[in-house]
């Protein structure tokens, strides 16, 4: 016994060839592995070589930061300068100037909660209630008419500011309405599933942009003669009516994912519906789907996007009324690139939330 | 006993009558919104004057629709700029789900390659892709169009026969000739008889036992029936190559800036999504059913075709095809850029004749007939496919 174990540490001591470790090793393993993946990476490698240098030339190199429109004409690279330039407006579109601060500590109070929340020790009852009261502040902020603040109307509300509420509240409001139409779904009573069914698959169907005309041109005439309401508005209850069909089927699924014997155990204890969901089955499936709803959350920011169709003043709308400025004209690639990129931070830090939140949840796991 | 408890029971603590009270309560409800809704609308309708309806499919549609696959003038009715619109957008649809397709695929795979430097790249295209918007996307190949391309006299020529200008995209097509119609009849009776070489070497299989090389003989079909066609007829190499004739190309195949960007902004985003769905679909199939495979004597080329893809299809089938549909709904962000589909024909038909309620069902109706279509045909197939468990 002693002896094999007297082995172990001698045959350990030889140490392994010097092209199978460090830097060389890794390399020949994940690079030059056989001729055909030594084929590959050459051919990837020119590729970039060819792709890449331009492109940071172009970016870079000879790009401009903090000119004119005019001196930009001349630079051979990205003129970023129509960014430094035009920031505030692109940020914050008409929002009167000297109250932009703000939408700035909306934003920063969003922010603020949606960092806090991140972490799943934090989910208590008082962050319900912190989530409720910052929604309220952040409105207030927007709005104004209140506590000395002055009242800035809802069409002058642009940039950021009205991309991050849309989305924060559709999802806010489309969350328990979602909830109901799987629930309803899920019911025994045959009007009641075939009305969600119908809603819910109707929904999906069609392009959210379908929605947006909707909401933009038919809702109107809805209202009874005299009420109008918001262009915003409208377009956030299309949004809402949207995100939910799509989380009802997400939450569909965590309701399917749960065993008979819940209901069975529930039924047992003499639960009645309302309290069978509320107690056992719906905190259980909606843990389940945390990470498909940070998904919808994910698609419901990026779709915000399209009220730029309905000319609402989001972002994409900001950038392309400083682009229609002829002095910033033809610079578009440079604006919607700022634009993506933003777009990109946001989706990109929610999508690896999500990941981790996946993976804490599959520990948790028995 | 259990008379005696049932009749105990007063009727809103029995669950099958509240049920059905309930039910007959939320149908009220919807009956009334529905009701008050409606009512709203037509006394707004008469207070515009707007006369709800049909009629206006009938009536001469007096605009211009950019690029169509069927004949079309201004003096055409609506209900035909609607038809141009719709073919329109199942060509794009069409033409970017065969793309993406072979695109996500090539994607989904460089993503599970050992080749470290490949694998990176593919995942940095699909984080980079999923995480931007596709309007954003669309609104910036529209633009490298417009502000980055020549005009037609400077086009860029990358490849003989390929042009690029703010106009478009010309390309070399193949000049008519006779022998391209016998060409695709060709193509279409080695497709036949490969379908029913396929079942007869499958029947003789389960017969006796002895396989026949299908793959290699059906190929071999397929291929060389239209190219024996193309040498009958003395082997036509004429192109009809673009050429610029005032301020534009003539001749050739021209794509416009429109169609381009939108296939372009689609492709690039829905594939992203597709290189996942290939992913995972492959990573679901265990390794230890190539290893079994392998083991009982299969050629490689059977273990693929015989173990492995069908098990992975059977998981990349279904949110494939919500990709797809995906795609077929983005299109409709055409109207953004001007790309004449059927969202762009029925706004421009929406401004012009007021008809907003009709308009705006005919989207939605259109549409859900895609949708729903393709999920009817998807549950047929996964019914087919779906695992025979014992």
């Known amino acids: 016994m002693e002896q094999t174990s007297a082995d172990i540490t001698a045959s350990d001591d030889i140490r392994p060839p010097v092209a199978s470790i460090g830097v060389i090793g890794w390399v020949r393993a994940n690079l030059f592995d056989g001729w055909f993946n030594s084929l590959l990476t050459l051919a990837t490698l020119y590729a970039l070589w060819v792709v890449v240098p331009p492109i940071v030339r172009w970016v870079i190199i000879d ?28 940020l914050f579109g008409f929002y009167p100037y000297d ?67 849309l989305s924060v509240f559709g999802l806010t409001a489309a969350y328990p309405l979602g909830v109901i139409l799987a629930l309803g779904r899920q019911s025994r009573l045959p009007i009641i599933k075939w009305l969600c069914v119908v809603y819910i698959e109707l929904i999906r169907g069609v392009p959210l942009i379908s929605l947006l005309f909707m909401g933009s041109i038919i809702f109107p005439l809805f209202l009874p003669e005299g009420i109008t309401i918001n262009k915003i508005l409208r377009a956030q209850v299309a949004i809402i009516l949207f995100t939910a069909a799509y989380i009802a089927e997400v939450v569909r699924g965590g309701l399917q994912g749960m065993s008979r014997g819940q209901y069975e155990a529930a039924e047992s204890l003499g639960l009645n519906y309302y309290l069978t969901m509320r107690l056992i089955i719906l905190p259980q499936a909606l843990k389940i789907v945390i990470p498909p709803t940070v998904s919808i959350l994910i698609s419901a920011f990026k779709d915000t996007s399209l009220v ?42 929610m999508s690896n939330y999500s990941r981790r939140l996946e993976r804490e949840l599959d520990r948790d796991r028995p | 006993m259990g008379n005696a408890a049932a009749q ?21 409800m919807v009956g009334l919104l529905a009701y008050y809704l409606i009512s709203n609308v037509l006394i707004n309708l008469e207070k515009q004057s ?129 022998a391209h119609a016998y060409m695709l009849a060709a193509l279409v009776v080695g497709l036949v008889l490969a379908f029913f070489l396929r079942r007869w ?32 007829f003395g082997a036509p190499t004429a192109m009809d190559v673009p050429k610029l004739v005032g301020f534009n190309f003539t001749g050739g195949l021209t794509l416009s800036p429109e169609f381009f960007a939108l296939l372009m902004g689609l492709v690039l985003y829905t594939g992203a999504f597709v290189a996942e769905v290939v992913r995972a679909g492959i990573q679901s199939v265990s390794r230890g059913q190539q290893e079994a495979a392998m083991s009982i004597g299969l050629r490689p080329s059977q273990v693929l075709n015989l173990v492995i893809l069908p098990q992975a299809l059977r998981v990349i089938i279904p949110p494939l095809t919500s990709q797809m549909l995906n795609l077929t709904k983005n299109s409709s962000l055409a109207v953004a850029i001007g790309f004449p589909d059927f969202v762009s024909v029925a706004n421009t038909t929406i401004n012009q004749t007021g008809q907003s309620i009709e308009g705006v069902a005919l989207i939605m109706a259109v549409y859900l007939f895609f949708s729903l279509s393709t999920s009817a045909f998807m549950n047929w197939y996964n019914k087919r496919v779906k695992l025979v468990e014992r």
């Not at chain 1, 690639?333 to 634009?339: D, G, K, L, N, P």
């Not at chain 2, 105990?8 to 009220?28: E, S, Y």
């Not at chain 2, 499958?202 to 239209?226: I, L, N």
Request: a positive charge.
């Open chain 1, 63 to 90: 790009a401009v930061w903090n000119t004119t429109g005019a001196e930009c004409r001349d630079a051979a690279g990205a003129c970023w300068s129509i960014i430094a330039t035009n920031f505030r407006f692109i």
């Open chain 2, 50 to 178: 707007i006369a709800t309806g049909w009629g206006f499919l009938t009536k001469e549609s007096s605009f211009e629709v950019g690029e169509s696959l069927i004949s079309y003038s201004s003096a055409d009715t609506y209900a035909r700029a609607l038809l141009v619109g719709a073919l329109n957008t199942l060509k794009v649809s069409f033409i970017g789900i065969v793309i993406t397709v072979i695109l996500g695929t090539v994607v989904g795979i460089a993503r599970l390659s050992t080749n470290w430097l490949v694998s990176r790249l593919a995942k940095g295209y699909i984080e980079v892709m999923q995480d931007i918007p596709v309007l954003l996307q669309l609104f910036f190949w529209y633009a490298v169009f417009y502000e980055t391309f020549p005009s037609p006299r400077q086009a860029l020529n990358p490849i003989t026969g390929v042009f690029l200008c703010n106009r478009g995209v010309a390309f070399a097509v193949p000049a008519a000739h006779p």
């Open chain 2, 8 to 28: 105990k029971v007063p009727f809103w603590l029995d669950p099958k009558k509240r049920g059905i009270v309930f039910q007959i309560g939320t149908v009220c």
């Open chain 2, 201 to 232: 070497a499958k029947k003789r299989q389960d017969r006796t036992g002895q396989s026949f090389p299908v793959f290699r003989v059906s190929a071999g079909m397929v291929v060389g029936f239209p190219l024996l066609a193309w040498l009958a």
């Open chain 1, 99 to 165: 109250q932009q601060w703000r939408p700035l500590v909306a934003m920063l109070l969003l922010f603020g909660l949606l960092y806090y929340s991140q972490d799943r020790k934090h989910w208590t009852k008082m962050l319900g209630y912190g989530w409720v009261a910052g929604l309220v502040a952040m409105g207030l902020l927007m709005r104004g008419g209140l506590l000395g603040l002055s009242s800035v109307e809802t069409t002058k509300w642009g940039g950021l500011p009205l991309t991050l509420l």
């Open chain 1, 308 to 349: 730029v169709i309905i000319a609402l003043w989001d972002l994409l709308k900001t950038s392309q009324a400083v682009l229609s400025n002829p002095e910033w004209m033809g610079f578009s690639r440079e604006a919607y690139i700022f634009i993506a990129i933003l777009y990109f931070l946001g989706c990109f830090s």
